[in-house]
């Protein structure tokens, strides 16, 4: 991969890309909604395609034969392609398509939300960006998987290519916030379809509920998005509430149970906070041993975002750098991740800005 394709990636997650005459990706959901991943110059990217301001990028995909073409301006760059997962094609024994039950993220990830629901979904506390009952509400998915429905598909996708999986939730009521949920259908994967399982959950009221997923998972996030307590109340109210100090104790335990460099929280950047707290932020979760995963925000339509703008390119550019620095000077890596969204990196090029 050269320095090119990762500027390439760069520019499209913030600019996003105009496609024509291909499907350009599910409409809501968690994780990245209103996008189609493509594969270019030896890596993965998840780009907006569907956001309102896709309309004024420079970058469009268009069909040529049975290729696709990059352009910018008109002009076009490079072939790219997109992944084309198999398993889409069949419906689980009770008569679900796989695709409602789970997806193919970036190119070797099986990704699921098991509960679709999430308990600040009506309230002020709603995270703005999130879009997790939008799938629901267009017919794309199922407000809950069985674990018996997410394992079948997940040994077809298994057979399709998929390498590892990733498991969120919204946040249910009760104590555990869903962390029992994700715990039994990260058990039942790893135990009979052998996929290395990341869960992603809120801090539990009760340190002691993250013991529960032990061997029942590999790796974990709990994602504070933004380490500028402003933003944060703004953007996440229900995260603010927790407190960070909630989240520092969450990662420190989870830490203890599955190791450095598998435990990791997003951070988003163009919410309001400044390039300092990115990467001072992302440096106190380093010494913690926890992965920060950033990423640009995604203006999903229907969100409370929806008009937002993605951070530009050259702010991306300048704050990759400055943490793929970090993540040398504390040895963390994605090569070392099992499995998750640090491992898969189709939604933030800080995996690619890796330091050898
Ligand atoms: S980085 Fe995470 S959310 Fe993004 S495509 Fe990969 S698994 Fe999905």
């Given amino acids: 991969m050269g320095r090119d394709s990762k500027i390439l990636k760069v520019e499209l997650q913030s600019l996003g890309v105009k496609i024509e005459a291909v499907e350009k ?4 959901g968690a994780g990245p909604a209103a996008g189609r991943t493509l594969i270019f110059g030896g890596l993965k990217a998840n780009v ?34 997109f992944p084309a997962p198999k398993f889409y094609g069949f419906k689980t024994k009770d008569g679900i398509p796989y695709w409602k039950i789970a997806l193919l993220h970036g190119d070797d990830c099986l990704a699921t939300t098991v509960v679709q629901r999430c308990v ?28 018996a429905q997410i394992l079948e598909v997940a040994l077809a996708a298994k057979d399709d290519g998929v390498k590892h999986v990733t498991l969120t939730i919204g946040t249910v009521p009760g104590p555990d916030k869903g962390i029992r949920a994700l715990a039994e259908v990260g058990k039942v994967l790893r135990e009979e379809a052998g996929l290395p399982v990341h869960v992603q959950f809120e801090p539990p009221r009760r340190l002691e509920l993250l013991d529960e997923l032990y061997g029942c998972a590999d790796t974990v996030g709990a994602h504070i998005e933004s380490f500028d307590a402003t933003t944060l109340r703004e953007i996440a109210p229900c995260k603010a509430a927790i407190g960070f100090e909630r989240y520092r104790e969450t990662w420190r335990r989870c830490v203890s149970l ?59 550019l300048r704050i990759y750098e400055a943490v793929a620095d970090i993540l040398k000077d504390y040895g963390l890596s994605w090569r070392r ?11 933030s090029a800080i995996g690619d800005f890796e330091r050898a």
């Fill in 25 to 28: 990706g599910r409409k809501g």
């Fill in 48 to 81: 907006p395609t569907l956001s309102r301001f896709v309309e004024s990028s420079p970058y469009s995909i268009t069909p040529a034969d049975d290729r696709y073409i990059l352009k910018k301006d008109g002009k076009p760059i490079m072939e790219v392609s």
């Fill in 120 to 147: 600040y979904w009506n309230t002020r506390a709603r995270c703005k960006f999130c879009g997790i009952e939008l799938s629901l509400q267009h017919g794309m998915t199922i407000e809950r998987k069985t674990a």
């Fill in 258 to 316: 599955f190791g450095e460099n598998q435990v990791s929280s997003f951070l988003i950047v163009g919410v309001g906070e400044s390039d300092a707290s990115v990467i001072k932020g992302s440096e106190e979760l380093a010494t913690l041993g926890v992965y920060p995963f950033v990423v640009p925000l995604r203006p999903i339509p229907g969100t409370l975002l929806e008009d937002a703008i993605p951070p530009p390119p050259s702010r991306m």
């Fill in 337 to 347: 991740c099992k499995a998750g969204c640090v491992r898969c990196g189709a939604c």
